[in-house]
């Protein structure tokens, strides 16, 4: 019998029971993913989580989900004493019932624009350099601790670079300890927390020629920690492709290749692994016409896939959202054309575009992972 995908999804929406037998089917992105060792996911989080049509296409395409917002020291941490795990909860326990891994995002978005407001003004007192160390030891601990059972990979920390200058970020926290015994306090911290997960530093260097002072410096931090003992298992590559531009005149960017393999080789030799974390692509520069930009959307999607997937160390893959309806980037930097942008695998109405068959036809191509 052929069951037509969308009735399919409606049908779910209105039970919404979870069907964890009919998840990830051979056919999905996360069936074709595994069927080479890979496991595909994307993030849900905010009200796009309350959609039970959404959470029905995540859970039919998905092996693995991230919170967008919800274990961010933004939501989690009302105050310096205290936790609120309900959102984070909500998705995890979800996922759960649904036979979803889950990704934790993340201990400390080591940015200051990205903290809670409490922090820039809090009160370290006497031993700043103690109670800074305090707070994020607790913070990390507590919050990792709380999900290690069911959540194998942690972004520990994410964004600690200034990607124009290429040095480490400050923030309330690095004032009193430094930018690099923040991060090291992180994932050692994590390390005792979740001895078992994988430990992932996640940055959005990128493939593109304007990106080579990010890459160089994401480089050196990681060199820096295995130097030091710090124990990082992986690079997370965000992948939010695109050019940073808007009005970019070389489309979605010029691609720096050779550069972008050598990046790869030298995390890679660390003994590194390699996830794609949050991958979207940010049309500003393309065409409005729907068929042209989905086209170049998906052939600029297989080819960032393949040269990834070349790596058997890349064995996860998400998308920062799988449905144009709740993308992050219609909220950022708006098309000049004032037209909907179109980032994610599958529509606003959850049809699949070309840049679903991209990714499917890029798993299928995939050798498969040890
Ligand atoms: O997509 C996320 C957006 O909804 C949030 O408002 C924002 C701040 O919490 O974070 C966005 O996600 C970011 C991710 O956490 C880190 N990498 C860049 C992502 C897009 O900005």
Redesign the pocket.
């Known amino acids: 019998m052929t069951i037509d995908r969308r009735s399919l999804i409606g049908g779910m929406a209105a039970l919404a029971l979870p069907l964890p037998a009919m998840a990830r089917g051979r056919d999905t992105l996360g069936g074709i993913a595994a069927a080479k060792g890979i496991r595909f996911g994307s993030?849900m989080?905010?009200k796009n989580f309350y959609d039970p049509a959404y959470r029905a296409l995540n859970a039919r395409e998905c092996a693995l989900v991230v919170p967008?917002?919800e274990m961010?020291w933004?939501a989690t941490r009302p105050d310096a004493r205290t936790f609120d795990f309900r959102a984070a909860d909500r998705i995890v326990d979800w996922a759960s019932a649904n036979g979803l891994g889950v990704r934790g995002?993340?201990l400390l978005?080591h940015s200051e624009r990205?903290m809670p407001d409490w922090i820039k003004t809090y009160d370290f007192g006497a031993n700043p350099r103690t109670e800074a160390e305090r707070l994020l030891a607790d913070h990390v601990r507590t919050v990792a601790g709380r999900y290690a059972p069911r959540v194998d990979s942690f972004d520990v920390v994410?964004?600690a670079i200034d990607s124009d200058t290429g040095t480490l970020r400050e923030t309330a926290l690095s004032k009193p300890i430094g930018a690099q015994a923040v991060i090291d306090i992180a994932f050692h911290t994590a390390r005792q927390a979740a001895p078992r997960a994988q430990l992932v530093y996640?940055d959005?260097m990128g493939w593109r020629q304007d990106e080579a002072v990010h890459r160089a410096a994401v480089l050196k931090l990681l060199e820096g920690m295995k130097a030091r003992g710090t124990p990082v298992d992986a690079l997370g590559v965000?992948s939010?492709l695109g050019s940073k531009y808007s009005d970019s005149p070389t489309g979605l960017g010029a691609i720096d290749e050779r550069g972008w393999r050598d990046f790869l080789d030298a995390v890679t030799a660390m003994g590194l692994d390699l996830l794609v974390t949050?991958m979207d692509v940010h049309d500003n520069p393309l065409p409005g016409a729907i068929a042209r930009r989905d086209a170049e959307v998906a052939a600029h999607t297989r080819a960032y896939l393949d040269l990834m997937l070349s790596y058997p160390q890349t064995k996860t893959v998400m998308c920062?959202g799988l449905s144009d309806r709740y993308s992050?980037l219609n909220g950022?930097r708006p098309r000049a054309d004032g037209l909907t942008k179109r980032p994610c695998p599958f529509d606003a109405a959850f049809r699949p575009k070309p840049m679903r068959d991209a990714i499917a036809a890029a798993f299928a191509a995939a050798p498969p992972r040890a």
């Open positions: 993030t989080g905010h967008e917002t961010k933004s995002h993340t978005w990205w994410n964004e996640n959005y965000q939010h949050e920062w992050w950022f």
